[in-house]
C-alpha cells in the first residue's frame, strides 16, 4: 500500500514534549502571579497603615512623636518635592494600581511592564537607603519596600512571554492609580476640614477671651529680646523651636504682621523639642538645641539687633545647620566668628534656654508653638490667618508687658480638659472596674504596671474611686514591651508583657477580686519583680502555681491586653499615664504634687453626659 506524501508523519513524542512545556510555562506562571499579588498586598497594607496615620485615623503601631517614621514622614522624603502631597499617599495608590494590573495580567507581562517593575524596585532601593542614611528606619517603610523587592524579584523569575498572550494592562494601571489618588484626595480634604473646624473654634475661644481678659499687673510677661514698642496695642510672646514646621509657619505670619505695624511688640521664649537641653521634650528635633543657643550667643554679641538676624537666619534653614555651614555665614551676619563660637558653647547661651523650658512647663506647655498675645494663650492658631485675625481684634490702648500674665498651668490643664472633644472609648472585652456602672464620673486609665507615674496617677485615681460613689476607675493596659505592644517605638519595661499577664492571669482565676489584688501588689512591687516573685505572689493569694502558670500562657490574656492596645491606639496614645475624665482628655492630672483629680471630677460632676 502507498503512503500519502501530502501530510508529515505525526511525531508523538514531540507533540508531548511541547504540550509538557507548556505546561511547565503556564505553572510558572501561575506561581509568579500568586507570589507577586501576595507582595503587592503586603505592600500596600503597609503603606495604608502610613497613610491612615497620616490623615489621623490610626497611629501606626511603633510610630509615636519621636518614632523612626514620624521622622521619616518629616524628612524630605515624607513627601514629594514641590506638591507636598505625602510620599505614603503616592505608595497606596502606587501599589494598589500594580496589584490590579498586575492581577489582570495573570503574571504574563510584557518587556514594557518589566521596565516599570525594574523602575520601581531601583526607588525602593533609593528611599530604603535613604531611611538608613537620615537615621529613620521605620519599620512601615521598611516592609513596603521590602515587599516591592519581593514583587520584582518573583516577577523576574517568571518566564519571559512574548506575543499575544503577554499582556500590557496600562489601562487598568492608570484608571486604579487614579480612582485611588482621587479617594486620598477626598479623605485629605475631609480630615483637613475636621482639623480646621477644630482650630476655628478654638481661635473663637481665644479671640473672645482677649476681650474680656483682665488686666493682672504683676511682674512683666515678656522675652529677653524684644523686638517693637514697649508700650505696644498687641504684645506677642511665642515659645518655639527652630526646627519646629508649625512655629516657622507661625514665624512667617508673624514678622510680616509686625513689620506692617508699628504698635505690636514681638518676643521670643525658647522650648526646644530636644532632650539635650530639655529633659520634658521627645527626641524629635536634633538640632534645636543648639539652634536655640545660636540665637542666645547672637543676642549676647550682637543686642537685640544680632538675635533678630540670627532667628531669621535660623528659620530660613529650618533650624538644620553644621559647624561649616555656620561660620562662614557668621560675618555676613555681623558677628566675629571667634567671639560668637566662644559666646555659643558658653553655659551662658544654655541657662536662658532651661528657664524658658522651666517657664512653659509652669504654663502648661503641650506642643510648640505656643502664642500669647496681650497675656492669653492663642489656641486655634493653626487655623488660616489665625494670627493676623487675632492681632487685628486687638483694640485696646497701648500698655507694657507689666499688663499681662498669663494663666498657669493649673488654669490652663483644667481649661484644655474643659475644651477636649469627648472621644468614645473603645470597648473592653475584659472590662477591669472598679465603681458602680452608672457612676456620673468615669476615669479611665492607659498605663503600665512597672512605669512609676503610672503608678502614682493609679493610686490617685483609686482613691478617688473608692472615696466617691459616683466615680468609677477604668484600668487598661498599655504595656511598654513591644513583645506584648507594637505601638509604643521602643521597649522600656522588658517585664511589662509578664506583669500584665499576671494581673489578668488572676483574673481569670479569682475573677475581678483577683484583679485588683493582683494588680495592687503589682504597683508596689515594681522594683525586683521577676516570673518567680509573681508566681510567689499568686501563690499567697491562693492560687496553685500550675494552674496559675497554665492560664498566664493562654491566649485570652494576650488578647485582654491586645485589646487596651488597640484600644490606646485608636485614641492616640503616645506616653503614659494616658488619661480620660469622663470620655475627654487630660493631659496632666498632677501639678508640683498637687492632685487635679478632685478638681476635675467636681467640674465633671456639673456637666451633662
Request: net charge neutral.
Amino acid at each position: 500500500m502507498s503512503r500519502d506524501r501530502s501530510k508529515p508523519p505525526v511525531n508523538t513524542l514531540d507533540r508531548s514534549n511541547t504540550e509538557g512545556a507548556s505546561a511547565t510555562i503556564a505553572a510558572a506562571w501561575r506561581r509568579s502571579a500568586r507570589a507577586g499579588a501576595v507582595a503587592l498586598t503586603l505592600a500596600l497594607g503597609a503603606s495604608l497603615v502610613l497613610a491612615l496615620d497620616h490623615l489621623g485615623a490610626l497611629q501606626a503601631p511603633g510610630c509615636g512623636l519621636d518614632g523612626a517614621c514620624a521622622r521619616a514622614a518629616r524628612s524630605a522624603l515624607g513627601s514629594i518635592p514641590g506638591l507636598g502631597w505625602p510620599t505614603a499617599f503616592v505608595g497606596v495608590a502606587w501599589f494598589a494600581a500594580l496589584l490590579a494590573a498586575h492581577l489582570s495580567a495573570r503574571g504574563r507581562w510584557t518587556s514594557g511592564f518589566r521596565l516599570v517593575a525594574h523602575l520601581g524596585v531601583l526607588a525602593s532601593l533609593v528611599l530604603l537607603a535613604a531611611l538608613f542614611l537620615q537615621d529613620t528606619p521605620c519599620p512601615w517603610c521598611m516592609g513596603v519596600h521590602a515587599a516591592n523587592v519581593a514583587f520584582w524579584w518573583f516577577g523576574l523569575r517568571a518566564p519571559r512571554v512574548n506575543g499575544p498572550t503577554a499582556r500590557a494592562p496600562w489601562t487598568v494601571l492608570a484608571l486604579v492609580f487614579a480612582a485611588t489618588t482621587g479617594a486620598l484626595v477626598v479623605a485629605q480634604r475631609s480630615s483637613d476640614a475636621a482639623r480646621r473646624a477644630t482650630a476655628e473654634a478654638e481661635l473663637a475661644r481665644s479671640m473672645a477671651e482677649l476681650k474680656t481678659a483682665p488686666t493682672r499687673g504683676d511682674a512683666a510677661f515678656t522675652g529677653r529680646w524684644r523686638r517693637g514698642p514697649e508700650r505696644a496695642r498687641a504684645r506677642v510672646v511665642v515659645f518655639t523651636d527652630y526646627q519646629c514646621p508649625d512655629c516657622k509657619r507661625v514665624e512667617e505670619e508673624l514678622e510680616l504682621y509686625a513689620a506692617a505695624h508699628a504698635d505690636v511688640a514681638l518676643s521670643v521664649k525658647h522650648f526646644p523639642m530636644c532632650p539635650q537641653c530639655n529633659a520634658n521634650a521627645p527626641d524629635m528635633h536634633p538640632n534645636a538645641c543648639w539652634a536655640a543657643r545660636a540665637a542666645e550667643a547672637a543676642g549676647a554679641s550682637g543686642g537685640i539687633d544680632g538675635f533678630w538676624r540670627m532667628h531669621r537666619w535660623l528659620f530660613a534653614r529650618s533650624g538644620s545647620f553644621t559647624k561649616e555651614e555656620l561660620e562662614p555665614a557668621l560675618p555676613g551676619l555681623g558677628f566675629d566668628v571667634a567671639a560668637f563660637v566662644q559666646a555659643l558653647n558658653a553655659p551662658a547661651s544654655l541657662a536662658p534656654i532651661t528657664a524658658d523650658v522651666a517657664e512653659a512647663m509652669q504654663l502648661g506647655l503641650a506642643r510648640t508653638p505656643m502664642v500669647f498675645v496681650n497675656g492669653v494663650e492663642l489656641r486655634g492658631w493653626d487655623a488660616e490667618g489665625a494670627i493676623t485675625r487675632a492681632l487685628e481684634s486687638v483694640r485696646d490702648d497701648a500698655r507694657d508687658a507689666a499688663a499681662d500674665r498669663p494663666a498657669g498651668a493649673r488654669e490652663k490643664i483644667l481649661g484644655d480638659w474643659r475644651a477636649e472633644s469627648v472621644k468614645r472609648m473603645p470597648p473592653d472585652r475584659f472590662p477591669r472596674v472598679l465603681g458602680r456602672a452608672d457612676a456620673r464620673v468615669v476615669i479611665t486609665l492607659f498605663g503600665d504596671f512597672l512605669d512609676e507615674f503610672t503608678v502614682t496617677a493609679d493610686r490617685a485615681a483609686r482613691a478617688q474611686a473608692l472615696a466617691h460613689d459616683d466615680v468609677r476607675y477604668e484600668y487598661r493596659h498599655f504595656p511598654t514591651n513591644q513583645a506584648c505592644n507594637p505601638v509604643v517605638p521602643r521597649t522600656i519595661h522588658k517585664l511589662a508583657c509578664l506583669a500584665a499577664m499576671g494581673a489578668e492571669a488572676s483574673a481569670q482565676v479569682q475573677e475581678s477580686a483577683g484583679f485588683w489584688t493582683m494588680h495592687d501588689w503589682l504597683m508596689e512591687h515594681r522594683v525586683g519583680f521577676d516570673d518567680a516573685v509573681l508566681q510567689d505572689r499568686a501563690v499567697e493569694m491562693g492560687m496553685e502555681r500550675p494552674l496559675f502558670w497554665e492560664v498566664l500562657q493562654a491566649q485570652e490574656i494576650l488578647d485582654a491586653i491586645y485589646d487596651d492596645v488597640l484600644a490606646a491606639k485608636e485614641l492616640g496614645v503616645e506616653s503614659i499615664p494616658a488619661i480620660w475624665v469622663n470620655e475627654k482628655r487630660l493631659a496632666r492630672w498632677q501639678l508640683e504634687g498637687e492632685d487635679l483629680f478632685p478638681v476635675v471630677i467636681e467640674e465633671a460632676r456639673a456637666l451633662p453626659r
